[in-house]
């Protein structure tokens, strides 16, 4: 069944129907473009949502990141803003698949429609014309046939009239057969084109208008198809994204089963451990009996024994103590407890008067615990102060303090392991160019070593500076320093630096002063422990990284290189760290480096 056989008398039907099925069309069109403007928004929010509770540099909650449970909730912010980058992909797909190219199909659509449409316009314009020309001859012949019928009736009466002449009659007949052959010739174009009409009537109606027909059809049965993958891709451009989004809220799931309430305590008491000890007992003096203090070996006034708490304080003796930085709301007023005695003044020589009980025993005994424990030990309200920032953290309490150095000392170790490979790659280029000058001038490397062995022995200087401080802190720290860079540092600076003129230097004390030959140097002796252990490792082959291909010949005269034939195949053992060198092996299993410059490299995948 199609349009052109069924539907032949339907054409303002057809038209109808195509022209609303392009609405519908824009109609989707603008319904998708709705739905991606409330993704985005959606997305928008979300992000504004996950920026606002997101801690700031610098502030408490960034710091207080180490924490489990603040940790979750920041992975929380990330996964709900990856999950906003997914509804604004949703956004951009259905824009890009559905809105845009829906959009360039229904403009398709419409320049077709119309050109069908123009076509079919036509061939209706080209039968009516052919119907006004048939029913212009038809309306001609038949005017000329009653012409000619007139005539002949005029020349027959005229032949039966007696009076008529024979010029009369001659002249009606000849009247009567012009009429009579016009009319013929009026019925011959009538019948030529009454059968012009109909055959572009039949044309019309069975090849012309069914083909136009059949091609709205397909039109709109392509139209209709790719509406439906419109309405496929609707729901698929979401569901491709669905499995991101289900990582998104497995990792919102697994940030809450991360939050481990024990390791959060664990943090808080590693970051905020003091190290401090507890205060002790105090001594009991029995004022009531009048004791003189100076003859107590337990008194804290003896003149054998450090200051009481009094002479400690000074000027502060006048300020409480108070535990939690709030005053108790059951302290007894002055006036509501009585002093249960009133011991004797004590001689000048045995030290200052004794305190007398103004308050309740309790409060004062709270008192000489502030007044003691002050001098070691700040109250909770200082603690909260910001002291003064020294070079060897003295400022924070011992564990703390521990901890910044150690994390110091790892710092140092590494600029110090950077600077020990920068000095050896150097030094190495440095001989290179000596044996090849071509290759480079070796003095336009001296600024640079100079430079170098400066670096190092400043931050050994600073190494040991801060280690001894450890030391002093509570033990002995554990420098990031790796083991290859311990024994490369001790080789180089053990024999030898080279200066501007490549001439060494004297060895150097951990201080930074020179040190005599015979004299060891305490800095060995951290090396010396891993001197086997070295030894055992440089036994094992690396494993190679990769291949490389040499471009060019190289000699390989100075030590640690290799030499190197243009086309050869080597292994890559470790890759260029910045030097121009690249460590190779060959199949016998010598190894040694080569110019970078020289082979074309191809690393392991």
């Given at each position: 069944?199609?349009?052109g056989t069924?539907l032949?008398?339907q054409?303002d039907?057809i038209?109808?129907?195509?022209q609303?099925?392009?609405?519908?069309?824009?109609?989707?069109?603008?319904f998708?473009?709705e739905?991606?403007e409330?993704?985005q928004n959606y997305?928008?929010?979300?992000?504004n949502?996950?920026?606002?509770?997101?801690?700031k540099r610098g502030?408490k909650?960034e710091?207080?990141?180490?924490?489990?449970?603040?940790?979750?909730?920041?992975?929380?912010?990330?996964?709900?803003?990856?999950?906003a980058?997914q509804?604004?992909?949703?956004a951009?797909?259905?824009?890009?698949n559905i809105?845009?190219?829906?959009?360039k199909?229904?403009?398709?659509?419409?320049m077709?429609?119309?050109t069908?449409?123009?076509?079919a316009?036509?061939?209706q314009q080209?039968l009516?014309?052919?119907?006004k020309?048939?029913?212009?001859?038809?309306k001609?012949f038949?005017r000329?046939?009653?012409?000619?019928?007139?005539?002949?009736?005029?020349?027959?009466?005229?032949?039966q009239d007696?009076n008529a002449?024979?010029a009369?009659?001659e002249?009606a007949?000849?009247q009567?057969?012009?009429?009579?052959h016009?009319?013929?010739e009026?019925?011959?174009?009538?019948?030529?084109?009454l059968q012009k009409?109909n055959?572009e009537?039949s044309?019309?109606y069975?090849?012309?208008m069914?083909?136009i027909?059949?091609?709205?059809?397909?039109?709109?049965e392509?139209r209709?198809r790719?509406?439906a993958?419109?309405y496929v891709?609707?729901?698929?451009?979401?569901?491709h994204?669905?499995?991101?989004?289900?990582?998104?809220?497995?990792?919102?799931?697994?940030a809450g089963?991360?939050?481990?309430?024990?390791n959060d305590s664990?943090?808080l008491?590693?970051?905020?451990?003091?190290?401090f000890e507890?205060?002790?007992?105090?001594d009991f003096?029995d004022?009531s009996q009048?004791?003189?203090r100076a003859?107590?070996?337990?008194?804290?006034?003896?003149?054998g024994?450090?200051k009481?708490?009094?002479?400690l304080?000074?000027?502060?003796?006048?300020?409480?103590?108070?535990l939690?930085?709030?005053?108790?709301?059951?302290s007894?007023?002055p006036?509501?407890?009585t002093?249960l005695?009133?011991?004797?003044?004590p001689?000048?020589?045995?030290?200052?008067?004794?305190?007398?009980?103004?308050?309740?025993?309790?409060?004062?005994c709270l008192?000489?615990?502030?007044k003691?424990v002050?001098?070691r030990?700040?109250?909770?309200?200082?603690?909260?102060?910001?002291?003064?920032?020294?070079?060897?953290?003295?400022h924070?309490?011992p564990?703390?303090?521990r901890k910044?150095?150690?994390q110091?000392l790892?710092?140092?170790?590494k600029e110090l392991q950077k600077?020990?490979?920068q000095?050896?790659a150097?030094?190495?280029?440095?001989?290179?160019y000596?044996?090849?000058?071509?290759?480079?001038?070796?003095?336009s490397?001296s600024p640079q070593?100079n430079?170098?062995?400066?670096?190092?022995?400043r931050l050994?200087?600073e190494f040991?500076?801060y280690?001894?401080w450890?030391?002093?802190a509570?033990?002995r720290?554990d420098?990031?320093?790796?083991?290859d860079?311990l024994?490369?540092?001790a080789l180089?600076?053990r024999?030898h630096?080279f200066?501007n003129?490549?001439?060494?230097?004297?060895p150097?004390s951990p201080?930074?002063t020179?040190s005599?030959e015979?004299t060891?140097d305490p800095?060995?002796?951290?090396?010396?422990?891993?001197d086997?252990d070295f030894?055992?490792e440089?036994e094992?082959?690396?494993?190679?990284?990769?291949?490389?291909?040499a471009m060019y010949?190289?000699?390989g005269?100075s030590e640690?290189?290799?030499?190197?034939?243009e086309?050869?195949?080597?292994?890559?053992v470790?890759?260029?760290k910045?030097d121009?060198?690249?460590?190779?092996?060959r199949a016998?299993?010598?190894?040694?480096?080569?110019p970078t410059?020289?082979v074309?490299i191809s690393l392991s995948?």
């Amino acid at each position: 069944m199609d349009w052109g056989t069924d539907l032949w008398d339907q054409y303002d039907i057809i038209d109808k129907h195509t022209q609303s099925g392009l609405e519908l069309v824009e109609k989707y069109v603008k319904f998708v473009k709705e739905r991606t403007e409330i993704e985005q928004n959606y997305a928008k929010q979300l992000r504004n949502l996950t920026k606002k509770y997101n801690p700031k540099r610098g502030c408490k909650e960034e710091q207080e990141c180490r924490f489990s449970n603040h940790q979750s909730f920041l992975d929380i912010l990330n996964e709900m803003n990856d999950y906003a980058g997914q509804r604004e992909l949703i956004a951009e797909n259905m824009m890009m698949n559905i809105c845009i190219e829906l959009t360039k199909y229904l403009q398709e659509l419409k320049m077709e429609r119309k050109t069908h449409l123009s076509e079919a316009k036509k061939a209706q314009q080209s039968l009516e014309s052919t119907y006004k020309q048939l029913d212009s001859s038809k309306k001609r012949f038949e005017r000329e046939w009653r012409e000619a019928d007139k005539a002949v009736q005029y020349a027959e009466k005229t032949d039966q009239d007696i009076n008529a002449t024979k010029a009369d009659v001659e002249k009606a007949k000849q009247q009567a057969n012009m009429r009579t052959h016009i009319a013929e010739e009026c019925k011959n174009d009538y019948a030529a084109q009454l059968q012009k009409y109909n055959k572009e009537q039949s044309q019309f109606y069975f090849s012309d208008m069914p083909l136009i027909f059949n091609k709205l059809q397909d039109m709109d049965e392509r139209r209709v198809r790719k509406l439906a993958q419109g309405y496929v891709l609707f729901s698929d451009t979401e569901r491709h994204v669905m499995p991101i989004i289900g990582k998104c809220l497995e990792g919102v799931t697994k940030a809450g089963t991360n939050v481990n309430e024990r390791n959060d305590s664990i943090a808080l008491i590693e970051q905020y451990k003091s190290g401090f000890e507890r205060p002790g007992d105090l001594d009991f003096e029995d004022y009531s009996q009048g004791i003189n203090r100076a003859s107590s070996d337990s008194s804290l006034g003896t003149l054998g024994t450090p200051k009481g708490p009094l002479e400690l304080l000074g000027k502060n003796r006048s300020k409480p103590f108070w535990l939690f930085s709030k005053k108790s709301k059951l302290s007894p007023s002055p006036s509501s407890l009585t002093p249960l005695s009133t011991p004797p003044a004590p001689s000048p020589a045995n030290g200052p008067p004794s305190p007398k009980f103004g308050r309740d025993p309790l409060s004062y005994c709270l008192k000489e615990i502030n007044k003691t424990v002050k001098p070691r030990i700040s109250s909770f309200r200082t603690l909260g102060r910001t002291p003064t920032v020294t070079e060897d953290f003295g400022h924070l309490p011992p564990e703390q303090r521990r901890k910044r150095l150690q994390q110091k000392l790892d710092d140092i170790g590494k600029e110090l392991q950077k600077e020990v490979d920068q000095s050896a790659a150097l030094e190495k280029m440095k001989d290179v160019y000596e044996k090849n000058p071509q290759m480079g001038d070796p003095a336009s490397l001296s600024p640079q070593i100079n430079q170098t062995a400066q670096n190092v022995e400043r931050l050994r200087g600073e190494f040991n500076k801060y280690e001894s401080w450890l030391t002093e802190a509570g033990r002995r720290g554990d420098s990031m320093l790796r083991r290859d860079t311990l024994r490369e540092d001790a080789l180089s600076y053990r024999s030898h630096s080279f200066n501007n003129n490549g001439s060494t230097h004297e060895p150097y004390s951990p201080d930074g002063t020179h040190s005599e030959e015979g004299t060891p140097d305490p800095s060995q002796a951290i090396y010396a422990e891993f001197d086997d252990d070295f030894e055992e490792e440089e036994e094992e082959l690396v494993a190679p990284i990769g291949q490389c291909t040499a471009m060019y010949n190289f000699p390989g005269a100075s030590e640690g290189t290799i030499t190197m034939q243009e086309g050869e195949v080597l292994s890559v053992v470790e890759e260029d760290k910045g030097d121009g060198w690249t460590r190779v092996r060959r199949a016998n299993g010598n190894e040694g480096y080569i110019p970078t410059s020289y082979v074309s490299i191809s690393l392991s995948k």
